[in-house]
């Protein structure tokens, strides 16, 4: 971590600390959370304690109102007042059957093979919520035992926590399946000793049988023999489809896919290396064997989970079965259908191959996976909202982008300071001169909530200035914060009249934009539009300069943004 990046931290560490402390953050407070969160810093304390002290210094000089806001505004954190009641709008979530304070445990099972998107955060955040709720525990836990078809993605385990970190998701517990290889084993082992599965050599011809409701021969064979099979699968005498193990159930059920499903498969790891565990293991557990007893040695308690897992339940069970555990309180919910976000993994991977170089990487804002409205400017918070608001419904829910938008701008309004931008590209700003008796200080709020916190800008006659061209073509304007002006288009001129905002509201002058060109700045905006990434160019006033990377601010009547660069500066439209 470099010095900046350390300093940052630091520094919003200590906001949220205030926030959560009536707006006064504690020096050992924050060191603590620090070295809980980024244990590596442990063997930097010594450089840490002057900047904590520092940040604690500079953060408690704040209002409790600038806390949440610069925390909110630079950092997208919302953080609850420590002590209050929940405020009305916030969202409860039900009660969780069999749910006893203290003894929930929840778990976020993602398969680190993509970054996750939108609609992964729904498991992820009501699984948080609910171990919170109850004062219980939540897992994390990567379910990574398919190199072959699910291909874990090395980066994608940092990526992961990485989201759930800005989500605000916290977990008490990880576990990486991969490296639970031997315990999957063992069960197993006990699980064919006691006469529950069984190794299936009949490839093909099996599959075929156990579609007509026929055990294939291997099915009865004692336990000695299984075991025996199962450690020559371990030991490399099968190759890729010669050996399965297969979990007994119901040969004739009705759903031929719980028939005697598989829990275990050779993957040829020369061919698709795990990127933990290269070629170390070629016998893998299915998702259905994995996930079984994990659940059951992490003492998950409730398994959240959609809908579209309801027949893995089914199966799931025979395993509960089998070793008479205690089966987790199962909720399915519904799907949340996601309209206008650009999601899904095997898309996402082809356009970036189609189309190289366009795309800034997975956290591009054109992308519906978290990172990607991260980088958008789209508040935690309003995820969140989204979310809790489905709650663990069975029914189905749709969101669209129109609807987080809607969430978001409700967040950002009161928050985000408001500058001006005039856009340049295609003729949509003019240049015009200023004709006025003397020079003018405009004195304009940063928010209308906060008419203390202002910013000055000086013009004086002969001062060129920018506005929108549509704007210039009414007669009379209001430049905003400075005065009523007369447009003559022709001589390009902007003639001082008087600042009397009432005669403004009589006359219905449009109140507009506008920024000094002598103190201006350049700024392109990228706007997402379905695939597209459009560009504007324009001119914002020089007060920017004062916002770093990840600033959100509302540039007045055009739209909410936020910095994606500094140099060059560039912004991201958020939503209008
Ligand atoms: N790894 C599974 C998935 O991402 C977890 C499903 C579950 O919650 O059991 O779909």
Not at 309 to 329: D, R
Request: aromatic residues 8%; proline residues 7%; hydrophobic residues 35%.
């Amino acid at each position: 971590m470099s010095l900046d990046e350390l300093r940052s931290l630091i520094y919003r560490v200590t906001l949220r600390n205030a926030v959560q402390h009536g707006g006064k953050a504690m020096i050992n407070s924050v060191m603590s959370t620090l070295i809980a969160e980024h244990p590596e810093l442990r063997q930097r304390a010594r450089e840490l304690a002057p900047i904590v002290k520092e940040m604690v210094d500079k953060v408690n000089s704040m209002s409790a109102e600038e806390q949440r806001d610069t925390l909110a505004r630079e950092f997208g954190e919302a953080v609850e007042e420590g002590q209050k009641k929940p405020k009305p709008e916030q969202k409860v979530l039900p009660p969780l059957p069999n749910a006893q304070e203290g003894k929930v445990v929840t778990r976020f099972a993602p398969n680190p093979d993509f970054a996750i998107h939108i609609g992964n955060a729904r498991p992820a955040i009501l699984s948080y919520e609910y171990a919170r709720m109850y004062k219980g525990k939540m897992v994390l836990r990567f379910e990574d035992t398919d190199p072959r078809t699910k291909t874990p993605m090395k980066e994608a385990y940092e990526m992961i926590r990485e989201d759930l970190r800005w989500l605000g998701v916290r977990w008490d517990e990880e576990y990486i399946q991969s490296l639970r290889m031997e315990i999957f084993y063992s069960t197993m082992k006990e699980a064919l000793s006691k006469g529950c599965a069984y190794v299936d050599l009949g490839g093909e011809e099996s599959k075929k049988l156990i579609s007509e409701g026929k055990p294939p021969e291997y099915r009865d064979k004692p336990p000695e023999w299984q075991l025996e099979q199962f450690d020559r699968m371990l030991s490399g005498h099968y190759k890729e489809g010669e050996a399965v193990v297969r979990f007994k159930t119901n040969v004739n059920d009705p759903n031929p896919s719980l028939r005697d499903w598989v829990a275990f498969r050779i993957i040829d790891t020369d061919a698709h290396p795990h990127p933990l565990t290269g070629d170390k293991y070629i016998v893998w557990p299915t998702y259905n064997f994995a996930v079984s007893v994990d659940d059951h040695l992490m003492g998950i308690t409730h398994v959240l989970r959609g809908k579209e897992h309801q027949l893995n339940t089914l199966k799931q069970g025979y395993v509960y079965k089998c070793f008479k555990w205690p089966e987790p309180t199962y909720i399915h919910f519904g799907r949340l259908k996601l309209e206008g976000f650009i999601m899904s993994k095997s898309y996402i991977k082809k356009i970036m191959s189609d189309r190289p170089g366009e795309f800034m990487g997975l956290d591009d804002p054109r992308f519906g996976t978290i990172a990607g409205l991260r980088r958008r400017g789209i508040l935690p918070e309003s995820i969140r909202d989204v979310i809790l608001d489905v709650g663990v419904r069975p029914g189905d829910a749709k969101l669209s982008w129109a609807n987080l938008a809607a969430v978001n701008r409700k967040r950002l309004d009161p928050i985000a300071d408001r500058l001006m931008f005039v856009e340049l590209t295609g003729g949509r700003g003019i240049r015009m001169r200023l004709s006025q008796p003397d020079c003018y200080v405009a004195k304009i709020p940063l928010h209308p909530n906060r008419p203390q916190a202002v910013r000055e800008i000086k013009v004086c006659d002969g001062d060129y200035i920018y506005v929108p061209s549509e704007d210039a073509k009414a007669p009379m304007v209001r430049l905003a914060g400075l005065g009523n002006y007369a447009v003559n288009a022709n001589d390009g001129l902007l003639e001082f009249k008087n600042d009397s905002l009432e005669e403004a509201r009589k006359g219905g002058y449009p109140i507009i934009q506008w920024v000094p060109e002598a103190s201006s700045v350049r700024l392109t905006v990228l706007e997402p539009d379905g695939l597209n990434l459009i560009k504007h160019d324009g001119l914002a006033e020089g007060y920017i300069n004062n916002y770093g990377k990840g600033s959100r601010l509302q540039f007045i009547r055009y739209g909410f943004v936020i910095i994606d660069s500094v140099n060059p500066l560039v912004a991201i439209l958020t939503h209008t």
